[in-house]
């Protein structure tokens, strides 16, 4: 079984420490961070992401700009969006995208078992003791 790769993307540092600290207690997986969407693209192409989780509101490019240039340059990888944008329309985008949406404040609990039912289904869930 591949260890998979999971791609953080965040403008917000202590964001990504948090679900960075929480993920590698739990998982079998390499932690990978960017802090804006032109960050995440170079990281999809190439860094070889299973899933990112990606922020929605971030500078230099969005996140809905992430996940429609990501259909192209690495449609195998599974998304999930973090946002505190909460509206209707960024969960409209998102679903439009066949991307979940996780609202801000993060519920760590819910990103985890998001993250286990992708990784099960890529057949690369490893759980860590």
């Not at 609990?109 to 099960?120: D, F, Q, S």
């Amino acid at each position: 079984m591949t260890k998979p790769t999971i791609l953080i993307t965040d403008d917000e540092k202590d964001a990504r420490d948090t679900i960075k600290n929480f993920l590698s207690a739990r998982l079998d997986c390499n932690i990978i961070e960017a802090e804006n969407g032109e960050e995440a693209i170079d990281r999809l192409k190439n860094d070889g992401i299973d899933v990112i989780i990606l922020d929605i509101r971030m500078p230099k490019k969005s996140g809905i700009h992430v996940l429609d240039e990501m259909k192209d340059i690495a449609a195998n990888v599974d998304a999930i969006v973090v946002t505190a944008w909460d509206s209707d329309l960024v969960a409209e985008e998102c679903a439009n995208r066949g991307v979940e949406c996780i609202p801000k404040p993060l519920a760590l609990n819910e990103l985890y078992k998001k993250i286990t039912k992708l990784l099960k289904k890529r057949g690369q869930f490893i759980q860590l003791n």
